[in-house]
């Protein structure tokens, strides 16, 4: 690691805080992917994972609270569960936490564990709760210099590109089942043996909230899913093939956007009342959304020839009628914040269509029986493309 690099680019405000925690016998180790990353990248982001230890501190609640009400100083404090201390200063987030053992129960889930905090715990002890060995360097601070520390051999791994676990205790938490294949996508990271028999023995009982925040997390939404699917996860909510499709691909125009997940699966004919009601998503919405790829759908068998001829010809046909409900339904649809994505897929697949959206509509149309106005106003509209 470029020690020099590093102290040059960390946030100026921890050379501050070194000094604060210093002054009550604590050190600062920053941990997770400040390290991972800038091992990789040479850069520095602006969430901040720091271990606070000390070999002659004694750890108390009531302690760790005043030192979190003292920090309020340098900038906006929150207590969040486990005994961790967020600070934001200037648009970059820290959050403290003292050394912990995680003591599991019997149960399979995210928080099937007791912690006991101890500054005094060393890394390879503390740090055997975390997931991979690529997440446990640390990077501990010091006046004008750093020490890396390493106890599980996360740096060579990082360099063979390796996703190993800390300990056996990983296999408890099925959240690490979808953080190993997140990793795996988003930095091309292969598994190690171990883990590898590790996962297979995994429970797949995570929370719709874990598997969506995975995907958004991960480089590819969709890249992601397919590695779940392609491991035979057996709680996806959508399994069907036509996801490992390329026809599916080109049809997901925002592939962390799961309303963009429903336009492209009904559109290729695949339900996704049960996607929807997995994910906690608007039963509404995802009601005019499989009307409206319904219908898109439909546009590829309309003859833009016959729509342009004599509207007496045309009016009650069921192309103009399908036509009629796809333009009104675009037109509500692409206003919608969530469904941003509306007009990037009409552009990209529905091209010849896509122009109806940028034309003005006629707003006299008095002379017509009230009944066919709007059918008018679209059929007027296809006579300019």
Known sequence: MDKHLFLKKMPVVLTELVEFFGKRDLELCVVGGIPRDFLLTS?????????????????????????????????????????????????VEFEFSPPRKEIYNDSLDHKNFEA????????????????????????????????????????????????????????????????AYRFKEKL???FSPVLALELKKMSHTFSPHYLYS??????????????????????????????????????????????????ALEFGGVPTLEFAKYFGLSLPLQKKLNAFAVASAKLKSIDLEF??????????????????????????????????????????HLVEWALLLDLPALKDVRHIEPALRAKYIVWSLCQRL
């Open 43 to 91: 850069e520095l982001g602006i969430d901040w994972d720091i271990e606070v230890f000390g070999p002659r501190a004694v750890f108390s609640h009531s302690f760790w609270k005043d030192l979190g009400r003292d920090l309020k100083s340098r900038g906006d404090v929150s207590f969040l569960p486990y005994e961790v201390i967020r600070l934001r200063v200037d648009g």
């Open 116 to 179: 006991e905090f101890d500054f005094r715990f060393p890394q390879s002890d503390s740090w055997r709760r975390r997931d991979f060995t690529i997440n446990a360097i640390g990077v501990h601070l010091k006046k004008n210099d750093l020490e890396i520390i390493d106890p599980f051999d996360g740096v060579r791994m990082l360099r063979e590109k390796t996703l190993h676990p800390c300990s056996g205790d990983f296999v408890r938490d099925p959240v690490r089942y979808l953080r």
């Open 188 to 190: 091309g990271f292969e």
């Open 214 to 263: 995975e995907m958004k997390k991960s480089k590819n939404a969709l890249a992601f899913y397919r590695s779940l699917l392609n491991d035979g996860c057996e709680t996806l909510p959508v399994k069907e093939a036509f996801i490992k499709n390329p026809e599916f691909e080109s049809l997901l125009v925002e592939s962390a956007n799961l309303y963009s997940w429903i336009m």
């Open 307 to 348: 729509m342009q001829k004599d509207f007496e010809v045309v009016a009650n046909s069921s192309e103009l009628e399908i036509l009629y409900s796809w333009y009104y339904s675009a037109m509500q649809l692409r206003m919608k914040s969530e469904l941003s994505f509306i007009e990037k897929f009409i552009r990209t």
